[in-house]
C-alpha cells in the first residue's frame, strides 16, 4: 500500500509510539507518507527520530498555496460535498463555522497531496479536529480513510458518528472504546481492537543487571505532567512509605503544565531528598530509567487513558507496575500474576502495594518475569502493525450510505 498516516502535531514528545508503528510498516513493505496538522515547538521534539520525521512530514497548516491553487484551477472539486458535511457538524456558532471552513481548506490540500503522491489509504491516529479533516478530504475526492480512538470518545470533542461514517475502519485501543463506539452507532462490524506496540526484543534487553535491595525501592513515571496522572496520589504514598521507615526514591520523566503544582506537593511533604523531576526524556534516557529502577508507577485517573505505552514498556523491561484501574489496563495486567492494578485515586492502595514490593524482592523479580513475558507475547509493534495493515486491506464493510 501507499499509506498516509496522518498523526496531529507529530512528532510530539509522546509520539514514539507512532514512529514504532511507522517503521515497522515500512518493513513489511508499505510506503508509508507522513502527515500532520501542525508542527510541534521544538521543546517537544527531543527524540533522535524528530528531525528524520519532521523532513518526512507533509504539514497542512498553514495550506499549501499551490495545492489551493490547484483546486481552484480545478474548479473548486467537492466543495458542495464538503459544505454539506460541516452543515451537518452540530458546534454552528459564528467561531465554530469560522474553524470548520478553515478544516476544509486543509482538507482540500490534504486531497491534493494524496492525488500527487497516489496515496491509496490515509490512517488517522485521532478522533478530533483531524478526523474532520479526513473526512471532508474524502468526500472531496480523496481516498479512503481510517481512524484509531486512542481515549474516551468525551476527550476528542463530539460528531463522532459523522466522524466515523464513512470510514472503512475504525481501530479501537481497548475494549472499553469498542464499546462507546457502539454505544453511538457506529458499525461494529467496521470496528477492530488494537494497541500501539513496543520493541519488545529492545525492552527485553533492559534490566539484565538490576541491582535490586531490600533496603531501597526505586520508583519510575514516565507521563506527561497532568493532573490525571495521577503524580500526586503516588507522592502521598510515599510520603506514607517513608513515614513507615521504607526508603524510597521516584523519579518522574515528563513535562507538562502541572509541574509546579507537582514541585509545590513534593516541597510540602518533604520529598525533595527522594523525588526527582528529569523534565523532557528521550527515548534512550526513558530506557536507562527503566533499567535503573524496581518498580514503574502509573496511577492515572479520570478519562483519556486507553492502552498506555508507558506501561506496555516497563512490563517489556521486566518490572512490576503499579496501575490504575483505567482504560484497558485490566486487560493489559492480572493483578498478582504480572503486575498489581488499584483503583483510581486510591493512595492506601498504592502505599501498600509500595509498602509489599519494598520487602519482598522475590515478588518484585516473579512479577518483572511474568510481565515481561505477557509483554513479549501480546505487545510487540509488528503485532500491531500487522492488525492495523491487515484490516485495512481486508474487504471493507458496508458503509452507511
Known amino acids: ?37 501542525t508542527q510541534p515547538p521544538a521543546s517537544a521534539t527531543t527524540h533522535e527520530f524528530a528531525p528524520v520525521a519532521i523532513s518526512q512530514t507533509k504539514y497542512l497548516f498553514p495550506p499549501s498555496p499551490a495545492g489551493l491553487g490547484q483546486w481552484a484551477l480545478g474548479g473548486l472539486r467537492g466543495l458542495t460535498h464538503g459544505l454539506s458535511y460541516i452543515r451537518r457538524i452540530q458546534d454552528r456558532s459564528l467561531a465554530g463555522r469560522v474553524r470548520q471552513l478553515a478544516l476544509l481548506l486543509l482538507a482540500a490540500d490534504l486531497v491534493d497531496w494524496a ?76 470496528i477492530v481492537e488494537t494497541f500501539m506496540g513496543v520493541n519488545t526484543g529492545e525492552l527485553a534487553k533492559l ?57 509545590s506537593k513534593i516541597n510540602m511533604l518533604g520529598l525533595s531528598d527522594c523525588v526527582d523531576l528529569c523534565g523532557t526524556v528521550s527515548e534512550m534516557q526513558v530506557y536507562s530509567l527503566l533499567s535503573n529502577s524496581d518498580v514503574f508507577v502509573l496511577a492515572s485517573t479520570g478519562e483519556g487513558e486507553a492502552w498506555p505505552v508507558s506501561v506496555m514498556e516497563a512490563m517489556g523491561a521486566g518490572l512490576p507496575v503499579i496501575c490504575s484501574e483505567i482504560g484497558a489496563t485490566a486487560q493489559m495486567i492480572t493483578s498478582g500474576v504480572d503486575g498489581i492494578l488499584v483503583r483510581q485515586g486510591d493512595d492506601d492502595a498504592i502505599f501498600r502495594a509500595i509498602c509489599s514490593l519494598a520487602g ?38 458496508d458503509r452507511v450510505s
Not at 12 to 35: M, N, P, S
Not at 220 to 244: C, E, F, M, N, Y
Open 115 to 190: 492525488r500527487k503522491n497516489g496515496i491509496d489509504h490515509i490512517h488517522g491516529h485521532s478522533c478530533a479536529d483531524s478526523a474532520h479533516i479526513l473526512a471532508l478530504a474524502h468526500r472531496m475526492g480523496g481516498p479512503p480513510y481510517s481512524l484509531t480512538l486512542h481515549g474516551d470518545l468525551g476527550v476528542y470533542g463530539s460528531d463522532h458518528l459523522l466522524k466515523a461514517e464513512h470510514a472503512t475502519r475504525v481501530f479501537a485501543v481497548g475494549r472499553h472504546l469498542r464499546q462507546q463506539l457502539c454505544g453511538i452507532g457506529v458499525d461494529n462490524e467496521k
Open 1 to 37: 500500500m501507499r499509506l498516509g498516516y496522518l498523526v496531529p502535531e507529530f512528532p510530539g514528545q509522546t509520539h514514539v509510539f507512532f514512529w514504532r508503528e511507522i517503521q515497522a510498516l515500512r518493513r513489511a513493505g508499505d510506503e508509508i507518507f507522513l502527515v500532520s496538522t
Open 207 to 263: 534490566g539484565s543487571a538490576r541491582d535490586m535491595h531490600r533496603a531501597e525501592l526505586r520508583l519510575v513515571t514516565v507521563a506527561r505532567l497532568d493532573p490525571s496522572k495521577g503524580h500526586l496520589h503516588v507522592l502521598i504514598a510515599i510520603a506514607r512509605a517513608r513515614d513507615a521507615g521504607i526508603k524510597v526514591r521516584y523519579r518522574i520523566a515528563g513535562q507538562g503544565y502541572f509541574r509546579d503544582a507537582i514541585a
Open 360 to 397: 519482598d524482592i522475590e515478588m518484585r523479580e516473579r512479577l518483572g518475569k511474568a510481565a515481561r513475558q505477557a509483554a513479549i507475547k501480546r505487545f510487540d509493534v509488528a503485532a500491531s502493525a500487522r492488525v492495523l495493515r491487515q484490516a485495512i486491506a481486508a474487504p471493507q464493510p
